[in-house]
Every structure is written in structure tokens, then in C-alpha cells.
T-cell receptor
Framework: EAGVAQSPRYKIIEKRQSVAFWCNPI?????LYWYQQILGQGPKLLIQ????????DSQLPKDRFSAERLKGVDSTLKIQPAKLEDSAVYLC???????????????FGPGTRLLVL | AQRVTQPEKLLSVFKGAPVELKCNYS??????LFWYVQYSRQRLQLLLR??SRESIKGFTADLNKGETSFHLKKPFAQEEDSAMYYC???????????FGTGTRLKVLA
């Protein structure tokens, strides 16, 4: 079974530029998550999708971050414009389905490491 | 406030010694607790969850609601246990997911 795929693996941009990350979840997984992991910290959940609908985006900085999951499969996370503090690893995860309490196992991708100069 | 605290950034133990990675949480509702592990150059992966009451790779963790803790334990550490360990909490009936800051375990030969 192929795992969660993410691209690019690394990205370096200057502040105020835009950047987009792509995630392809495990086939058949209804739920997709985007996390931000700043160096020295644990992953922070930004947004959850159930199929192509947003379940929770309460921690997504909506003034500059956006995410979509068209057709309920692949997802993109965009930052526009980027700030220095956005430098982090962006992790995508998927699970078979969403249960309240998140008991479903999340499978993580390799992450995209973003450096904003 | 909802919070997961892992007080140790780094824990070094010798091979064969017991290991205890500490996790304390703050949550007003009914939490589900998890341990995740990230080995070098590998992806973050689920190690175990408290509702399963399972032992994975010799690790166990018991949820202590009185002390609001979910410490990860293993009686005899192996070198291959060296990794980054994250404690995580999810609120039952919610879709929140909170990770701790992680503890790096180094098992010395």
C-alpha cells in the first residue's frame, strides 16, 4: 500500500512570496489533515477535511493560509504571503474515516520543509 | 486550557535499562491519549493509544486520570528504540488533536 505522498520535499522562498504544498493521501482514506511543525515543537493541526468538506480549520491563519481538497482526494495548502515565522515542516496525514475523538490511525507523509528568508 | 506537556526534551539511557517518557495533559473533557514515534529519516507513526491497552515493541502506557498522565514505559531499552517520541491528545466527541513538544530518546550501547 502506497503511503501518503507530499511534494515538494523542500522549498526556500523569500518573505512575502507565495508557496503551495501538495498532498496525496492513501487511497480510500476519507480524512486528510494538515499540520505545521515548527522546529523544536510538536505538530500543530491546521485543518481537517472529511472527503472534500472542512471539519475543523480553527487553527488555520486564514489571512494568509488556505487549503482545499477538490474531489475529496488530493489537497493543496497555500501560504500567501509568507512570513519568516512560517518556516516549518508541513505534514499531511490521512485516515480511513473521521470519528469523533479521532480514534482512527493517522498515516503521515514525509513532510515539506519550508524555509522563508 | 488544552495542553500536552512532555517535560524532557532529551532522555538518555543505557541499553537494557528501563525507560519512562513522561507525558502530562490538561483537558476538561474526556481525552483520548496517543504516543507517536519518529525514527531517524522516517515518518511520524502511531506507536500506541490508550484505548487499545496494547503493548507495542515492548512499550506500554497507562492513562492515569487522577494525575492526568500518560507516561510511556519499557522495561529494557534497545538501541533501536532511539527516536523522537510525541504524546498526543484528542478530545472525545471533538475533532481536536494536540501534540506535545516531544522527547528525544537516546539509547546508549
Amino acid at each position: 500500500e502506497a503511503g501518503v505522498a507530499q511534494s515538494p520535499r523542500y522549498k526556500i522562498i523569500e518573505k512575502r512570496q507565495s508557496v503551495a504544498f501538495w498532498c496525496n493521501p492513501i487511497s480510500g482514506h476519507a480524512t486528510l489533515y494538515w499540520y505545521q511543525q515548527i522546529l523544536g515543537q510538536g505538530p500543530k493541526l491546521l485543518i481537517q477535511f472529511q472527503n472534500n468538506g472542512v471539519v475543523d480549520d480553527s487553527q488555520l491563519p486564514k489571512d494568509r493560509f488556505s487549503a482545499e481538497r477538490l474531489k475529496g482526494v488530493d489537497s493543496t495548502l497555500k501560504i500567501q504571503p509568507a512570513k519568516l515565522e512560517d518556516s516549518a515542516v508541513y505534514l499531511c496525514a490521512s485516515s480511513l474515516r473521521l470519528l469523533a475523538g479521532n480514534e482512527e490511525t493517522q498515516y503521515f507523509g514525509p513532510g515539506t520543509r519550508l524555509l522563508v528568508l | 486550557a488544552q495542553r500536552v506537556t512532555q517535560p524532557e526534551k532529551l532522555l538518555s539511557v543505557f541499553k537494557g535499562a528501563p525507560v519512562e517518557l513522561k507525558c502530562n495533559y490538561s483537558y476538561s473533557g474526556s481525552p483520548e491519549l496517543f504516543w507517536y514515534v519518529q525514527y531517524s529519516r522516517q515518518r511520524l507513526q502511531l506507536l500506541l493509544r490508550h484505548i487499545s491497552r496494547e503493548s507495542i515493541k515492548g512499550f506500554t502506557a497507562d492513562l492515569n486520570k487522577g494525575e492526568t498522565s500518560f507516561h510511556l514505559k519499557k522495561p529494557f531499552a534497545q538501541e533501536e528504540d532511539s527516536a523522537m517520541y510525541y504524546c498526543a491528545l484528542s478530545g472525545r466527541g471533538t475533532y481536536k488533536y494536540i501534540f506535545g513538544t516531544g522527547t528525544r530518546l537516546k539509547v546508549l550501547a
